[in-house]
């Protein structure tokens, strides 16, 4: 019991044990290990092998240990199992209760003669009662001592002979043996195999590697090639510059060597000379000073103009390195399916063939041609349509945290707006607060709105819908005003982008022009081409163009443009599992944000796809707001990405 209370302790768990040998589980009761069953089988076939084994030498005589003696054991008693040493051996059947006891040495039992006797004499007691099991209830299917028969399995009750039951279940067990048997060899046929598909996995592994560090190296040798020709064409113009210089500083250093002697002879001269040294020297020094004045040229500044250094052609794959795919694996077979994955409560014989097809049997890898690649970047920066001219680009600039000290729950961003040029707002819907923000990522400002879901900003004014359909504004002085939208059903503000609109919010069924005390001064109804209104669940409304609106419908996953008269034209696009974020910049283009694949995709104001781009670090984008200037802010689960449009 030890033992087990001390597995228990390291356990990671304290209502089971589990079987280090064959992974067995046992649940442990509240009475903890003392409240286990002894399985007396089990004891007696322990009992049996140590009766059998060398370890039986070892035992010391049972009559002596009473009278605390350590006497080595001779033999030992069939009948009632106790060891006997040489002397206690002799008289043991010298008493009316054990003169039939049968008796046999150590040596005898370890060479197997008396295994038969040995197992038939083993018994095993009741649990509830201290007889032994020598009857079976066919009825109950347990085996029973005497008193079990005439206390608890009377009526009705079949009792047989163990043997008898045996003979019974023999039959069943055979075929359940024969099962296991040849399951055990399916699971040997499926273990080879799944060694073969592991020594293929490595021999994979092995030959890939090492065609990669080959493609790697002959990749360097190439750039380092390239490299060392570039480097020699740079000096072949720094050489050209050099020499121009060189002799343009020899000239000049000339010049003014000739030039300081003169003005010092001169200067000497007129200082320290004789009336008659000058007037006789006054020619030669005019003649040097004329000679030197008109000879003596300053060189050409154009000579050494501002100088335009060589350019190398590797200012796209700078500014984008990633987008140089050199490695490109190609799978011959499809994934496993997660239905396919063996687990522990099915058997490997049925998942083995799907496991071996899902392990691919070649891998190769594409390696592009460095000049193809540089190309296809050149390329990629137009739009994906083909058009020429479609350098629309999307440039990140930071990720903004949007979780504050005192929040009570991990922040979940769901609509973002601006407020003017240098912040913005958020609604973090877990916490249930609309936040503000410097576009540096500092909080500005924050207050409890319940329910908050999405949030728009008009001048002094914030707009805040709300789970079930409401609207709550807050002004400048923090006063709530609770807007009644009931009759309108879902009501979501519009992302007005800095505009000098009124206040819209969007219906189910209509747009809503609203002042800035909550009224709503004007209705205009959803319609469709044939004039048949139209109902919808919206979210993410953001302005359009003049006085139109595009939105996304919770109820069909699409997108949607709505014009003043309240004509409703869906926007072609590919379909998503759940509505996009919208956005617009000041040409019009339309902002697209999809939710599952991480992507923004671009259309004109006609509603064309001109590009889509891939938005790093921001998983599961949701609200998007654009501001005057074309930044453009995404809300994603914690936080916000600002980009730049350009």
Known sequence: MNCLEKHLEKSKTSNSIACP????????????????????FMTNLIDFSESTSAQI????????????????????????GDFLCSECYQRHTFTTKTFQHETATLEDLQSGKYNEKLRLNQEIPCEEHRNTLRYFCDTCSVPVCPDCVILDHKDGHFIVKPSEAIKKRQQEIGSLLEGLDKKMTDFKQNSSLLEEEERKVDATQR????????????LVKKISAEGQKAQEILQTHINVRR??????????????????????FCQRVISNGMEGEIVFLQEMMRKRLSFLFLEAEIFDKNEIKPWTPPSLNIKTLAENPSSLEIFKFRETSLPMRPEERMTDNCMAADRIPNTAKSIPKSLTISCPNLAEAI???????????????????LHQKRIIDCTAADDEYESKITSV?????????????????????????????SCKVKNVQTVACLRNMVFCGLTGGKITLIKANSIFLNIETQKY????????????????????????????????????????????????????????RDKEIVISDWSTTSSYIIRENGLTTRIKMNSNKSPSGLACDNENNIYIADYWKNEIMVLNSECVHIK???????????????????????????????????
């Open 243 to 264: 020499q121009t210089l060189t002799k343009v500083r020899s000239e000049q250093e000339k010049n003014i060597a000739l030039l300081q002697s003169s003005l010092v």
């Open 207 to 218: 030959d890939m590697s090492q065609l990669i560090r080959e493609t790697i190296d002959n």
């Open 375 to 393: 190309a296809n970047e050149e390329k990629n920066t137009r739009g994906t349509n083909g058009q020429a001219g479609c350098l629309l680009q």
């Open 612 to 646: 889509t781009f891939k938005i790093p670090n921001v998983q599961s984008p949701k609200g998007m707001a654009c501001s005057k200037s074309n930044s453009l802010l995404v809300s994603f689960r914690d936080g916000v990405a600002l980009f730049q449009i350009s």
């Open 57 to 80: 030498t070892n035992k010391n005589c049972s009559f002596c240990a009473l009278v605390k003696k350590r006497i080595p054991a001779l033999g030992k008693c069939l009948t009632c």
């Open 21 to 40: 040998l064959c992974r067995e589980t046992t649940i442990i009761s509240k009475d903890g290990v003392q409240g286990l069953k002894n399985n007396f």
């Open 489 to 544: 059903g879902i009501c979501v503000p519009v992302v007005i982008g800095n505009a000098t609109l009124n206040a819209l919010f969007v219906s189910n069924t209509s747009l809503q022009h609203m002042d800035e005390m909550g009224n709503v001064s004007k209705s205009i109804p959803f319609t469709d081409k044939t004039g048949r209104r139209v109902t919808m669940k919206p979210i993410y409304p953001h302005r359009f």
């Open 417 to 445: 707006d601006w407020c003017d040029d240098h912040s913005f707002i958020v609604a973090d819907e877990d916490n249930e607060k609309v936040k503000k923000y410097s576009i540096r990522g500092k909080l500005l400002q």
